[in-house]
Nanobody
C-alpha cells in the first residue's frame, strides 16, 4: 500500500519561510517523479513544483520561481518543498504526489496559511 505523508504546514506571516516534507512508502521512491501541488479555496489544484527521478530535473510554477525549492532524498524516501518569502496568496492546502506517467498517488494534504 502506497502512502505519502506530508508534514510541516502551519500558520506563518508574510515573508516567513517554511519547509514541507513528504515521506513515501510502499513504492520504489527513486523511480518516481515527485511533485507538490496546492489548492486554494475556490480554485483548482495547481502544480507548484516537481522533481524527476534520476537526474532530478525540476520545474516550478511561475508564481513560485525564485522563492520555492523542491528537493528529494532518495535514501530517506522524502521530498521537500522549501518555501521562502511567503505571501498571502500562497495560502492553500499543499499536496505531495507521485507519478510515473500520471499523478497516481497523493498525500492527505497540509494546510499553509500566510497572514499579511
Amino acid at each position: 500500500q502506497v502512502q505519502l505523508v506530508e508534514s510541516g504546514g502551519g500558520l506563518v506571516q508574510a515573508g516567513d519561510s517554511l519547509r514541507l516534507s513528504c515521506v513515501a512508502s510502499g513504492l520504489i521512491f527513486s523511480d518516481y517523479t515527485m511533485g507538490w501541488f496546492r489548492q486554494a479555496p475556490g480554485k483548482q489544484r495547481e502544480l507548484v513544483a516537481d522533481i524527476t527521478s534520476g537526474v532530478g530535473s525540476t520545474i516550478y510554477a511561475d508564481s513560485v520561481k525564485g522563492r520555492f525549492t523542491i528537493s528529494r532524498d532518495n535514501a530517506k524516501n522524502t521530498v521537500y518543498l522549501q518555501m521562502n518569502s511567503l505571501k498571502p496568496e500562497d495560502t492553500a492546502v499543499y499536496y505531495c504526489a507521485a507519478r510515473l506517467r500520471i499523478w497516481r498517488y497523493w498525500g492527505q494534504g497540509s494546510q499553509i496559511t500566510v497572514s499579511s
